[in-house]
């Protein structure tokens, strides 16, 4: 009797491993449902769940943040859907249109003068929008046009709304300016990025602590001036939008 029972306790001990097993599985399973199902949450969403935890727990402050870290190409792509929610513009990446230059889509696109080119910066999470020369402005002109408001109030809201700051460039073609109201394309490239910056800091109140202005006349094109479509191109409005560290 005795050898019976002492077998049997070994043979229950042997099988008590697969239980504990068991419930590993079962929490292992469950933290990888948990982890996809937050990945597929919006911002909105991941704010309220964590307001409910500032209010019991008392130990995590997202409150203070008011944001969930997202990748900077998500950041770049809800920016580019924000503009084209307001404006028909043709948005694109420019390293996606420039490996084929000056084939006959990419004439078109330019020279619309509706394009808003998309360019990665050097930096990681740094990007820039580069004007098309007639969807700011008539040509010869540093006063915006009305059409570009709703634009520039994206980028405004943007600006205030996240940990970025903006550079805003002003750039020409080589072409010799002809008028009486700027002496050269220095003086028309500076007052198109004033207009710019401007309109960003007094209807957007952006603070003064995020712009910059610059001026650079024919000196950085990004394609040759031998061309109609390469002019086109370079002249241009860029703002630089650069994380803040």
Known sequence: MARK???????????SWMVTFSDLSTLLLTFFVLLLSMSSLNEKAIRSTF??????????F??????????????????????KSVYIADV????EVSQTPWKKDFKLLVSSGNALLVKKRWSPGDF???????????????TLKPSAYPILDKFARFLNEASYK???DGHTDDVPIKGPEFS????????????VLNYLSTQGKVPSTKLALASYGDTQPLAP?????????????EIIFEKIK
């Open 225 to 237: 001036n031998n061309t109609l479509e390469g002019r086109q191109l370079n002249r241009r409005v």
């Open 92 to 95: 694109r990446r420019l390293d």
């Open 184 to 195: 050269s394309n220095e003086d028309l490239a500076l007052a198109r990025g004033y207009a």
């Open 128 to 142: 820039s929008f580069i004007f098309g020369d007639q969807l700011l402005f008539e040509s010869g002109s540093a």
């Open 5 to 15: 029972k002492k077998k049997a306790e070994s043979e229950g001990g042997s099988a």
């Open 166 to 168: 903006a550079y805003v």
């Open 62 to 83: 997202f409150k203070e943040r008011q944001k969930v870290r997202k990748n900077p190409d998500m950041v770049m792509q809800d920016l580019i859907k924000s503009v």
């Open 51 to 60: 307001q409910n935890f500032d209010k019991t727990s008392g130990i995590l």
